[in-house]
């Protein structure tokens, strides 16, 4: 029993998950507070904390409460709460399909090596483009560290964030999926076409959980 480990935690809730491979699962999403970026076009400025203090055992029961199989760790950055990995190891041990979002600013080799025998668990790492004005902290060697099974999102604003995007993938060949996410708002077609004159091998993803309900929070 972790009585003792506690972390902030943002919201815990229900949803459609709307970004990347898993996209369209009925999925718990536990959003943990703090985030050491400041993206131009964040759209979770409430999660920069401070959140609820709960044990991990508060948070299991409440995911345990929901009964589906996928949960998604995000924040914020989650990487940052040191007990987060406790977290993971307690929710793939209990059965469930775990992807772990992450901003792209923290090194995530330990954490890849660390949960590498289970199958069930995935990270999803964004590299961020200048657009965003945080691209500089990025850590680039993690687009090596990915495995076939994570994924490597670009968030995407213009035809600079897109050009930024592309070298990154065609220097590093990353071995897993790569998402190409338009900034929300953006006009998406653009993005498709980019995409379709160059032949990258890169997937256009849309945020659906905001073309169903909106830009709003727990959605
Ligand atoms: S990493 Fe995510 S939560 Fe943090 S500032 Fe950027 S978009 Fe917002």
């Known amino acids: 029993m972790c009585v003792f480990d506690t972390m902030e935690i943002c919201e815990i809730f229900y949803s459609i998950q709307g970004e990347g491979v898993w996209?369209?699962?009925?999925?718990?999403?536990?959003r943990l507070s703090g985030c050491n970026l400041r993206c131009r076009y964040c759209d979770?400025?409430?999660?920069?904390?401070?959140?609820?203090?709960?044990?991990?055992?508060?948070?299991?029961?409440r995911v345990d409460g929901f009964g589906v199989r996928y949960v998604c760790v995000t924040g914020g950055e989650p990487l940052l709460q040191e007990d987060t990995v406790l977290l993971i190891d307690r929710l793939l041990k209990r059965g469930y399909n775990v992807s772990l979002e992450t901003n792209g600013s923290i090194d995530i080799k330990s954490l890849i090596e660390r949960f590498k025998d289970f199958s069930t668990f995935t990270v999803s790492c964004d590299i961020k483009c200048p657009s965003s004005g945080m691209h500089d902290k990025m850590r680039l060697e993690n687009v090596g560290y990915l495995r076939k099974v994570d994924q490597l999102k670009f968030v995407v604003k213009d035809k600079e964030d897109y050009r930024y995007a592309k070298?990154?993938?065609?220097?590093?060949?990353?071995?897993?999926?790569?998402?190409?996410?338009?900034?929300w708002g953006e006009d998406p077609?653009?993005?498709?076409?980019?995409?379709?004159?160059?032949?990258?091998?890169?997937r256009l993803s849309l945020q659906i959980h905001k073309v169903l309900w909106g830009e709003k929070r727990g959605v």
């Open 23 to 30: 996209t369209g699962y009925p999925t718990v999403f536990v």
């Open 44 to 61: 979770t400025t409430y999660a920069y904390g401070p959140g609820e203090v709960m044990s991990i055992d508060d948070v299991m029961r």
């Open 167 to 183: 070298k990154i993938v065609e220097k590093g060949k990353p071995s897993c999926v790569v998402l190409f996410q338009p900034v």
């Open 189 to 202: 077609k653009q993005l498709a076409a980019w995409l379709l004159k160059d032949k990258l091998d890169a």
